[in-house]
């Protein structure tokens, strides 16, 4: 009788640990969040979205950013340099025959009309959705608190180091060389150091300080934290709210009329309007005469304002995001109104148009029109030297979103004194130097 083949050996059993090491899929990331599919067809460029072909190799979509005349300005190398001069805000323009996805981003893109329109109708349903009058209270009593919250649950890592400001501003670069004189930089809502520290970084005049505030002490805790603060010799961190009254009207450790620059990186928009007129004359107090002032803010018709949902909505222009903390979107000639000269006009005007001007958030019970009326009277005049407006459109190629930007751009000077040659002749970058830009807030 023939042998019974034997029983073939049980296969090995799978390695457990060499299972665990495969590279498990990524799920793919979907083109929109949840908070942005409202507002889906302003911002994808979707090939399916026309049975036409696409345009001057863009696909077709209902709404089109408006085009330039063709020129050679976007295919020479030198104009698509990301910044080319401050207030000139670069020079890729977006002109016809260009590919959308051919950079990240474009400079002075204006939005077509069906943008606008899709604009003005988010913000009528955000004004028939405002925040209730008890949260509003309640974001309003203090602000202090929730940017606390924000800088315990984001630490350092929210905000990219803004190394762009040297491009924006060229003062910045002078002042920090070698030889130039001693300077005292204030820097307003600090947060974390995301400018300080970077500016630092550049800096190589042995004679060059920055005071950098914020009124969050979380944020000012995680400064004095990082390995490059020096605990006041070149820099010092402290709490201060660029809004204080009386004895908290100036920074600590700071004298009236000594300060050479201050720097103002979207913290204005973090007040309410009834705090306008205590910040700037605060400002105007720690300057030395012929002293600068060095804005950047969010515009309105960003689509940080644009893409707000129900809910969000505080007054007009001004709007409580998800984490509690406040932001207010500006125009031109609003901040031309607020910075010089021209507040009390411009509050009359939002109490004509329904807003809450001459309500003191913080003091809820002070909304007497005379009173702020007269709190507004001494509000100092400063010399606007430069402001602008810078629109981009930022492309994400991967998820094919265009991205609609806007921020206001300024340099405000204290009148009097004499104003040191170094900063009335800022220094320029380099024609061709391709400089990373302020593509985010």
Known sequence: ???????????????????????????PKSQLSKGMEHIRYAVTVDPAASPQPSTYGVPNSVIEPVRKPASSRSHDPANNQKRSDPFQFGSRYLEEGDDIF??????????????????????SQQRENP????????????????????????????????KWLFQEFPVLEALTRA???????????????????????????????????DFSKTAVDVMRKNEAYDDGVKIQADVWDVAGEGEQSLPPGIQEGTVDVVLMVFIFSALAPSQWAQ???????????GGYVLFRD?????????RFKKGRYLDENFYVRGDGTRVYFFEKEELQQVWGGKLKTLLATRQANGGDATEQLEKLE????????????????????????????????????????????????????????????????????????????
């Not at 049980?10 to 498990?24: F, I, K, T, V």
């Not at 969010?298 to 644009?306: K, M, P, S």
């Open 1 to 27: 009788m023939a042998d019974e083949p034997s029983p073939s050996p049980p296969p090995p059993a799978a390695d457990a640990s060499a299972s665990s090491a495969l590279p498990s899929k990524k799920t």
């Open 102 to 123: 051919e950079f990240n981003a474009w400079d002075h893109v204006e939005v077509d009309d069906a943008y606008k329109e899709f604009a003005e109708c988010q913000y």
């Open 131 to 162: 925040v209730s009058d008890f949260d509003k209270r309640r974001f309003n009593m203090d602000p202090a608190k929730w940017w606390n919250l924000f800088y315990k649950n984001n630490q350092s890592n929210f905000f990219k180091n803004r």
């Open 179 to 213: 030889d130039s004189p001693p300077t005292l930089m204030l820097e307003t809502g600090a947060g974390a150091g995301n400018t300080a520290f970077p500016i630092l970084k550049l800096n190589e005049n042995p004679n060059f300080k920055i005071h950098a505030c």
């Open 279 to 289: 910040a700037v004359r605060n400002i105007y107090r720690v300057l030395k005469p």
């Open 298 to 306: 969010y515009g309105r018709g960003d689509l940080a304002q644009v």
């Open 366 to 441: 002070l909304n007497d029109q005379a009173e702020e009326a007269a709190a507004v009277e001494d509000v100092p005049v400063f010399d606007i030297e430069s402001i602008g407006v810078d629109r981009r459109m930022l492309v994400n190629r991967q998820r094919r979103l265009k991205m609609y930007r806007c921020w206001m751009q300024a340099v405000y000077r204290k009148p009097g004194g004499s104003t040191p040659t170094i900063l009335r002749q800022p220094v320029k970058p380099d024609a061709g130097e391709d400089v990373e830009s302020a593509t985010t807030a």
